[in-house]
């Protein structure tokens, strides 16, 4: 079975400043990966994924996050966040061979992550 | 992109009652769609898949009985919270996949409180 662990539950973090939220996870078959940000009440918002090629993905916020197969390991990072950056943060993993009507795609979660930036 | 549009936002309920929460996918088909439930600083997870034309699967340890899901048409699903109680109060959002499924689309979630 797959498992997602993001290591920090709360990261604080002065305006500005530079950011990794880390994501690690544990499957035996190749996975999607992705990051969704929640905002206060609101539902996940896909950030960015990494299906296949380029292992470094990017979103139009400045958040990246690559995709590190011998680590296991899906860290998201930001060089200079903004108070509107305030969010959770969740990474998830899907399992591509399972197929579509095969209860396929599923999401497995972290547990999230709370990024509060300050001023 | 997609949009997934879930109704209510928020609903409060006496205990007993059932509460009907609705999914749609507002530009595209989904014969999958997926709910989950969110508690306070928790992640997501996965009650149920919703399927069009057949039977929901339900995740162990989700009562179906509970959580009867209907999945009408290729753009509409629906969670009933049969008679509620506190303990069920929480954030219940839904997701959707788009085309082959490997991206998934989110409503924005329905706060339910069981009073």
């Known amino acids: 079975a797959q498992s997602v662990t993001q290591l920090d539950s709360q990261v604080p973090v002065f305006e500005e400043a530079p950011v990794e939220l880390r994501c690690n996870y544990s499957s035996s078959v190749s996975v999607y990966l992705f990051w969704y940000v929640q905002y206060p009440n609101q539902g996940l918002q896909l950030l960015l994924k990494y299906l296949s090629g380029s292992t470094l993905v990017e979103s139009i916020n400045g958040f990246e996050a690559e995709f590190n197969k011998s680590q296991t390991s899906f860290h998201l990072r930001k060089p200079s966040v903004h108070i509107s950056d305030t969010a959770e943060y969740f990474c998830?993993?899907?399992?591509?061979?399972?197929?579509?009507?095969?209860?396929?795609?599923?999401?497995?979660f972290g547990g999230g992550t709370r990024l509060m930036v300050k001023p | 992109g997609a949009v997934v549009s879930q109704h209510p936002s928020w609903v409060i309920c006496k205990s007993g009652t059932s509460v009907k929460i609705e999914c749609r996918s507002l530009d595209f088909q989904a014969t999958t769609m997926f709910w989950y439930r969110q508690f306070p600083k928790q992640s997501l997870m996965l009650m149920a898949t919703s399927n069009e034309g057949s039977k929901a699967t339900y995740e162990q340890g989700v009562e179906k009985d509970k959580f009867l899901i209907n999945h009408a048409s290729l753009t509409l699903s629906t969670l009933t919270v049969t008679s509620a109680h506190p303990e069920d109060s929480s954030f219940y959002i839904c997701s959707a996949p788009l085309g082959t499924g490997d991206i998934q689309y989110f409503g924005a979630g329905t706060r339910l409180s069981v009073l």
């Open positions: 998830a993993v899907s399992d591509p061979a399972r197929g579509y009507n095969n209860a396929g795609n599923m999401l497995t």
